[in-house]
């Protein structure tokens, strides 16, 4: 009899296969503008705009084996460090998506990769609207299945109704099946065990590895960061803090 972390294993498996075949059209359209940001010394922009979302913007930065021209938006506002209601509240204020955007310096032409799971609260959507009249190359990462069934009136959705993959130049499916958590129990109503985590950071990993193989393509060489924790690790990392101190806010 299948135990129940079998059938997480096992649910987990068939989403993130399901990633890898259905978006990777999505996903190496996304490496193209990626790794042509990375051929022309541009940065790469990042936000997760919302709780557990910002998880997806970490990941991508600072990461072993991650892409070094990475500059995170990690707004405290809706970090669950200073209060989990206090991070939902702001990312359903109007307005607020436009102040972070404010706060940190995207050139028009650049790349903002814009992450939630769930692509229609406030926040999400304002700061696909703005990047939009900023200039900026959108690529969104969500599941269209969540998106698609909350009602256009729901409270936690911006005024417009829309939905982040409805604006974004580019939106990778990350294929987080509605509800987010996937293990039932009997006798118990909510389901257990979330995965739009998991979903963010495989899909988000899947563009790193496709941009690193058309930086390479290219003739170029990738800028990865080495695991500190390794022999070498700060040596080898050294030039690149140097190069981009200046201009990656969260880098030092």
Request: hydrophobic share 40%.
């Amino acid at each position: 009899m299948e135990t129940k972390m079998e059938f997480y294993l096992k649910k987990v498996t068939e989403i993130l296969e399901k990633i890898e075949k259905e978006s990777c059209k999505s996903i190496t359209q996304a490496a193209e503008l990626m790794s042509e940001a990375i051929m022309s010394d541009k940065l790469i922009h990042v936000i997760g705009t919302g709780g557990h979302s910002n998880i997806g913007a970490m990941e991508l930065f600072w990461r072993a084996g991650g892409l070094v021209p990475i500059n995170a938006l990690l707004d405290p506002g809706i970090d669950l460090a200073h209060g989990a209601k206090h991070s939902n509240i702001m990312e359903r204020t109007l307005g607020y998506g436009k102040s972070v955007l404010d706060s940190y310096d995207l050139k028009e032409g650049e790349i903002l990769i814009i992450v939630n799971a769930y692509g229609i609260n406030t926040m999400t959507i304002e700061v696909a609207l703005e990047s939009e009249k900023r200039g900026l190359k959108t690529v969104g990462v969500g599941s269209t299945t969540f998106a698609s069934f909350v009602p256009k009136n729901h409270p936690a959705r911006h005024p417009s109704g829309k939905n982040l993959h409805e604006i974004v130049d580019i939106f990778v499916d990350n294929h987080m099946p509605l509800g987010d958590a996937v293990v039932e129990f009997d006798n118990l109503r909510q389901k257990v065990a979330p995965v739009s985590t998991l979903c963010n950071s495989f899909t988000l990993n899947l563009m790193v590895i496709k941009t690193v193989e058309k930086v390479l393509s290219k003739g170029g060489t990738p800028p990865v960061w080495m695991s500190g924790n390794l022999p070498g690790g700060d040596e080898a990392n050294r030039d690149f803090e140097e190069k981009y101190a200046a201009r990656i806010r969260h880098l030092k």
